[in-house]
DNA sequence: TGTACATCAGTGAACGCGCGTTCACTGATGTAC
DNA sequence: TGTACATCAGTGAACGCGCGTTCACTGATGTAC
């Protein structure tokens, strides 16, 4: 409590996070983050290499939190409520939002776990098993659910979509997902593969044949 | 060409853009956008209130210039290829779609024509028009689809996605609003009414009942 | 056509500021014997 | 259990920088008569 704090950098990663919420995705000081924590800000660089360090860390910390949010929520009500939690936090927490997915703050070298890419691959993968799923519609089918479900999300987020009432987003989301699952059910085989996505997070090959 | 300018705002959009795509959508100044087009820097503030300023404004025609693109793959080939203009547009030009739709840079007192919410808008109620869509179905749509389309679009953009080939992004998104409207066309009418959303841009109503 | 003058769109120096980062330092902690 | 000492995690002063913005100014343009 005295000289030493004991988990600074846990410290300093709430108060950014906290900033970020008052001042927007761009708008936050390593300077401001270490007065908030009531230390010098010599004493960041004892735990992050530069406020860029600092912020990437920040984005796979919320990143995952989402991940696990997503993870709770599937492992009881399936895809659709991990797309509900999704577009929720979305709604309640824009501006960390805008931070978690913004390119400079990706650090390249983590690898995120639960990843909000793989708690859908994961979901969609019991759908096939449950049989609702053609393994045929499964193939790349991430990278019509994930898009959808982060395109609502950001929108919202960033405020381009307005929503009276948040339940109403859980209403829509499941709109969007239940559309997107009844589209696939009825999808015909297409002449040539699907293309070939990658998630950035796992660099796996999704999709092919 | 000597001491007046001629078109100091518009040369001044320019450069913005430049350094955005450059150095990424936060980090660039009015300063170097003045230096790039051999300006002082308080030349700008005859054109321009204040670098945000400068900034919604760039903004704004930045979004109406994706909305013309999207108008006229619209007017050739429909919604989908309007969509398919959208993520292309994110592919080429990363750092600027960031730009585009972030907080920050929103004027909340510009209306954007055509904006891409009614360029879907209006391709959605020509498939009506044409009975591939049920004016059941129609409603709402609009947040079905543009969320989708964006979603791809800012995944790619921001590198959360990655494509061999844009040409592939083109393929996908034909699978992603495809299977969007098929999804549509099988959809049985709700128990209540889908909930309310607006765009910022027009702030009309839409879905409802 | 020429002159007077208002307006417009630049200049350039200066401001104060907050920032990220460095450095030599010091106090606290933990380990070896 | 006590002491010596290496290591760790802080301090605080200082740095240089680029930034947005202001201000008094001046040169160019356009209009009235």
New binding site residues.
Partial sequence: M?????D?GTALLDAAEELVREHGAANW????ASTRV??????A???FA???ALMQALSVRVVARLGERMQAAASEHGLIAAGSAYVRWALEDPAVTALAFTPEARDPDVVISPHPHDVIEAELDRLVEDGVLSPQSRVGATFLIWPAVHGLATLLADGLIKVEDPHDADRHTERLLGTLLTGLAHESAPPNPWPTLHSVQTDRTVGGR
Avoid at 2 to 6: D, I, M
Avoid at 38 to 43: D, E, I, K, L, Q
């Fill in positions: 005295a000289y030493h704090h004991g600074l000081s390593l300077r401001e009531g230390v010098s800000p010599s004493a660089y004892h735990h530069s406020r860029d």
